[in-house]
């Protein structure tokens, strides 16, 4: 039998109400006393009863007791939930109570370390309950609530069944290599590999920005000293941010912040420039800008469209695309100070090979043209509607999955033993199901559950 575990669950100090709960076979029996005004045990499954929880003869609060029985509860286990005033005092008191008439405290998590163990929730879904917490944009809250849903999850299970059958028929195989029977289908065996491969290729590659989105989708704001950089960043974000000067070189390290747009958080980094520095100081700054760019999805290289000598503009452009390696990211030209001219000049109409936007950061100047960029870029990688990639230990079991993958693959063509290809079989097999947690260890559980609070 499990034992009976008990929790605040509302976050320390002093607010309204306040929940405290507690969960196990013997829930209801263990707080009857509280409540001498009901009969908790014969209170209908599923419903709340407002009466008053009791010390001995002494009454604590007047409070609303929600009653929940196995299995339809949050942890699979009989529930009580008690919605009390928000009084630390009281608070303590009720789980002081609790904890009298034998409950224990719960460790971090063990609500919903239960409900995986009880089959409620798999272990993305679990997982997914923590960033729910988490989630500060309607994008990550998006992201938990359909992993949450078990969206991933059904993704990974198909995985999975792709991968069985792949490895029965190569146990099939293995059954009959006495006899000269035909081999499985190779055909049938490498397309089966192809689609695992393309799927999980597909998740793996979703990792950066899935992982992106939860501190937001990072954007490097690069280019020569006084272009307008940090006057981009304090535009952009709508108040002073970074320090802004006519003095080439005041901004010496990476300064950022997060702004939302359209529901999806970007991360700006405002860097120090790119230039030969003058001071060692300077080239710790400089050296940041180049992390900052390695670190960046986006990428906003400012130029000043005011400057006469458009040639060696345009020189340092090129310059920068063929030195930086761009993979996966996205650059936008962003010319500055267009309000010190009194037309386009005309030798920007041959940058059209370029993304560029013409703005004026200091005079507030098509700024929503940038702002519609970032909008697209969320409809074009999808941020907003499909499952993304965003656990770390999700992406590191896909990862060596994958590589089983390429191993049978190759493996195939190269005609090595079956038996051999079984064992990466194998390997992938344990790699999804360490994933969903049909395989799981106490150690892999104690990592996961450890890191949510206390009472969830
Ligand atoms: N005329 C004009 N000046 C600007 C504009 N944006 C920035 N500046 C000025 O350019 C100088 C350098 O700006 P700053 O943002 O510090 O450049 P950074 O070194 O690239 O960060 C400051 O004097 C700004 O006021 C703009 O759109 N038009
Ligand atoms: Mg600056």
């Not at 045990?41 to 029985?69: C, R, Y």
């Not at 192809?194 to 290729?201: A, F, N, R, V, Y």
């Not at 060596?400 to 090595?416: C, K, N, S, V, Y």
């Amino acid at each position: 039998m499990k034992d009976t575990i008990c929790a605040i669950s509302t976050p320390a100090g002093i607010g309204a109400i306040a929940v405290v709960r507690a969960s196990g076979d013997e829930a209801f029996e263990k707080l009857t006393p509280l409540f001498p005004n009901i009969n908790l045990n014969s209170l209908p499954p599923q419903s709340a009863k407002f009466t008053q929880i009791f010390d001995n003869d002494q009454v604590i609060d007047q409070v609303v007791v929600l009653k929940f029985a196995a299995p339809h509860s949050y942890t699979g286990e009989n529930m009580v939930e008690i919605s009390c005033h928000g009084s630390l005092y009281i608070q303590k008191k009720i789980l002081e109570l609790m904890i009298e008439q034998g409950c224990r405290m719960a460790q971090p998590g063990e609500f919903t370390q239960r409900a995986f163990l009880n089959g409620k929730l798999d272990l993305p879904q679990a997982e997914a309950v923590a960033d729910l917490i988490d989630s500060q944009s309607e994008s990550t809250h998006k992201l938990a609530i359909n992993q949450l849903k078990g969206s991933f999850s059904k993704k990974l299970n198909s995985l999975r069944e792709q991968l069985v059958q792949l490895g029965s028929l190569l146990e099939l195989e293995l059954d009959f290599s006495e006899e000269e029977v035909e081999f499985a289908n190779r055909e049938e065996l490498n397309r089966l590999l192809d689609e695992l491969g393309t799927e999980t290729d597909r998740l793996l590659h979703s990792f950066k920005v899935g992982n992106a989105l939860k501190t937001g989708i990072p954007v490097a704001i690069v280019g020569q000293p006084n272009v307008g950089k940090s006057t981009l960043l304090n535009t952009l974000l709508q108040h002073d941010r970074a320090i802004v000067s006519p003095i080439p070189g005041t901004t010496r390290d990476t300064v950022e912040d997060t702004f939302v747009i359209n529901g999806t958080p970007f991360r700006f980094i405002d860097t120090a420039g790119i230039r030969q520095a003058d001071d060692s100081l300077e080239s710790i700054g400089i050296e940041r800008t180049f992390q900052a760019i390695d670190q960046a999805s986006i990428i906003f290289y400012m130029v000043d469209a005011s400057r006469a000598d458009f040639a060696s503009v345009k020189a340092e452009v090129e310059e920068f695309k063929v030195s930086t390696d761009l993979t996966d990211k996205q650059l936008l030209i962003i010319a500055n100070k267009i309000d010190e001219l009194k037309t386009l000049p005309e030798h920007y109409k041959d940058w059209h090979d370029m993304d560029i936007i013409f703005i004026s950061a200091k005079r507030q100047v098509n700024i929503g043209d940038i702002e519609n960029r970032l909008v697209e870029y969320i409809q074009q990688h999808h941020i907003q509607d499909v499952s993304l990639l965003t656990n770390e230990r999700h992406y590191a079991l896909l990862s060596d999955m994958r590589t089983a993958i390429g191993r049978i693959r190759q493996g195939l063509a190269d005609e090595i033993p079956t038996d051999l290809l079984a064992e990466d079989v194998r390997i992938a097999l344990y790699d999804i199901g360490s994933l969903t947690g049909t395989i799981s260890t106490d150690e892999l559980l104690d990592n996961i559950f450890g890191k949510f609070c206390i009472g969830k």
